[in-house]
């Protein structure tokens, strides 16, 4: 050992780190390595080694995540994002494809379908909970990512990929919670990705939750001020569903939607309050409905009543 790299508390390259802990993780000592990235890290951080640090955090992810250690993989990657904001990174396309590996490293695991016995039920008990880990490993990283990306050069609102990232993640492990899927496919860019979740949603949920699914998309675009897009949605809705021989639901509720979205067109707030008013049965069918056309109101004519709660933002703060 050289004189330099013998002094107490050196450093040795990271690269040398990497491959020590990763020969720790291929042996399955999953824990011991775990405390290892996790102090080393730590040091190099410290040590105002901010990029070696984060190489270290994102090799422990990816291979944590590859072996099926989710809980651990998923801590890397929150250091990861917290090292970001330590060392003052600047959100910019090389950094976001780092966490898009790291986001690609979760697994993806259908939940099993045709139970027909006990031995059945439990394997649908266990693949359960194994997907709430994936979800809300997966679910802490990205939310930390979002924030990160908010405070160092994407929108106020974040990253609209990464919100991407999350709205298909969440889709994929959990179809059936389609309003935390929705208010992330809204604050993303992908109005595209989101009509296809859609249309994948209505042909495996219960009757009456498609037309309400299509409803609450719409309308937390609108809720954002976000015209363009709610219309996009519409229109690749109507383009996928075409391509598969299929049509919107036929309801008084898609009818408002389509109704509501002309009248902001036109911006006639009289045509809306008309339309709140004709349709008030299919609008109750939700609660948040009734909130997100106040913030509608306001959002396209200016018109708030006074003490209402961000509904938007209420619902992102709960996920």
């Not at 000592?29 to 405390?35: I, L, R, W």
């Not at 890290?41 to 190489?55: F, N, P």
């Not at 998923?74 to 966490?99: H, I």
């Not at 990464?162 to 208010?183: F, G, I, R, W």
Request: proline fraction near 4%.
């Amino acid at each position: 050992m050289s004189r330099s790299r013998g002094r107490r508390g050196e450093l040795p390259p990271s690269q040398e780190t990497i491959e020590k802990l990763e020969k720790m993780v291929d042996a399955c000592n999953f824990y011991e390595a775990q405390q290892m990235y996790k102090s080393l890290s730590a040091r190099y951080a410290a040590s105002e080694k901010h990029a070696e640090a984060l190489d270290i955090l994102q090799s422990g992810a990816l291979i944590q995540l590859k072996h099926g250690q989710i809980t651990c993989g998923a801590e890397l990657a929150v250091l990861f994002v917290e090292t970001l904001v330590k060392g003052k990174y600047s959100y910019n396309e090389e950094t976001l494809d780092r966490v898009r590996k790291m986001y690609e490293g979760f697994p993806n695991i259908p939940i099993p379908e045709h139970l027909d016995d006990d031995d059945d039920m439990q394997k649908l008990s266990e693949a359960l909970v194994a997907a709430k880990v994936r979800v809300e490993g997966c679910l802490s990283f990205l939310r930390a990512a979002i924030k990160w990306s908010s405070e160092f050069g994407a929108p106020k609102t974040g990253s609209p990929q990464l919100h991407n990232m999350l709205a298909e993640y969440l889709y994929s492990e959990s179809p059936e919670d389609m309003t935390k899927v929705s208010s992330h496919f809204v604050r993303g860019n992908d109005p595209e990705k989101f009509a296809s979740v859609l249309v994948n949603f209505m042909g495996k949920c219960y009757p009456g939750e498609d037309d309400m699914a299509i409803a609450r998309a719409v309308m937390l675009y609108l809720s954002q001020g976000n015209l363009r897009d709610a219309n996009n949605l519409m229109d690749e809705l109507n383009k996928q569903l075409e391509h598969k021989q299929l049509e919107l639901p036929d309801s008084d509720l898609i009818q408002f939607i389509k109704y509501l979205l002309q009248a902001l067109e036109r911006d006639s707030f009289p045509l809306f309050k008309i339309l709140r008013q004709k349709y008030k049965t299919s609008i109750d069918r939700e609660s948040l409905f009734d909130g997100l056309l106040d913030e509608i109101a306001e959002k396209f004519y200016g018109i708030r009543r006074s003490g209402l709660p961000d509904i938007f933002g209420d619902l992102l703060r709960m996920m």
